[in-house]
């Protein structure tokens, strides 16, 4: 098999031309169409690494590199070199799917032939049957969680209360979180106007106990615009942006909880664990599996069912039927 050149050359061997300017180069065409923040960053990771394992420089971004010069021979390849590295299949798919988007729109540049690009881009999926990641989070974890907040007296115990309280009753995810804006809340109706994956917008609705929390942390937000949640400066000022509650990342909201999990003294737990949490109280308490799924923005009820716990139940039930025989002589 032919070695996949490096992309800093062509396919020749030649220098490679000039990097192209951003309006014209698939790398940042590609992150441009996506629609949040959090998808360009994860998307721009998973280019960044493919670029960095094929040259060899830890300091190599997608950016500039000759996509376009890729055939299938070459891509073949670099298939084979993420699974070598020894990532989950879920992991490698998700690299090959940015590898994919990005020869597409180099195709559409004008950079590539169809065939080329469709012959490329013509990579199976890695497969694989894995459980969803993560664990249940228990009732008691998130009580504890909550009590280091109430006992927080700066802002940011009220910031983060509700966001726990957000995160636990709505099963968003922490981009979704990060990215909500004072305008869509609506106390009346309890309800957040989430803005999801491809732009996908969706309302949840906020339990009572969550609502309360809410609107303590607005006490001290205030009503202006701009974030619902935002950062808190050491001496415990609200960060603006032009005169507004400046938002914050997805990161930051997982690093808040990872925070007040770790002061309450209990095991690490992800944004993730709550949300899959939520689906499996949903599912336990009987909601009908199109309801779930749109409460939580998945595309197909397939992935919703993933989150379902009712077969585990049985299958334990299943065995704890069975009894394990007294110890006798033979």
Known sequence: MEEVPALARTGAGEPAPLAPAPATDPYHVYLDSLGGAESRRTMAGCLDRIARVLTGDESATGAGQPWHLLRYEHTVRIRA????????????????????????????????????????????????????????????VVGAALEVCERDETPAGPRDAALLAVLYSTGCRRAEVAGLTLADYDP??????????????????????????????????????????????????????????????????????????????????????????????????????????????????????????????????AVDRLTLPPPRPL
């Open 81 to 140: 070199i993420l699974t070598e590295q020894g990532w989950s299949p879920a992991h490698v798919n998700k690299h090959l799917v940015a590898l994919r988007r990005v020869l597409r729109e180099a195709w559409r540049l004008g950079r590539m032939s169809a065939e080329d690009y469709q012959r490329a881009a013509d990579l199976p999926t890695m497969a694989h049957t894995r459980l969803p990641a993560g664990s249940h989070v228990p009732p008691e």
């Open 188 to 317: 009346g109706a309890r309800s957040l106007r989430v803005r999801g994956k491809r732009d996908r917008e969706r309302l949840v609705y906020l339990n009572g106990q969550a609502v309360a929390r809410l609107e303590r942390w607005l006490a001290i937000r205030g009503r202006a615009r701009g974030a619902l949640f935002c950062p808190i400066s050491r001496a415990g000022r609200l960060r603006t942006r032009d005169g507004a509650p400046a938002p914050m990342t997805g990161q930051a909201v997982a690093d808040i909880l990872a925070r007040r999990l770790a002061a309450a003294g209990a095991s690490p737990r992800t944004p993730h664990d709550f949300r899959r949490t939520f689906i499996g109280e949903l599912l336990d308490a009987g909601v009908d599996l199109a309801t779930a799924q749109a409460l939580v923005g998945h595309a197909s009820p397939a992935t919703t069912a993933r989150y379902d716990r009712r077969p585990e139940h049985r299958r334990r039930e």
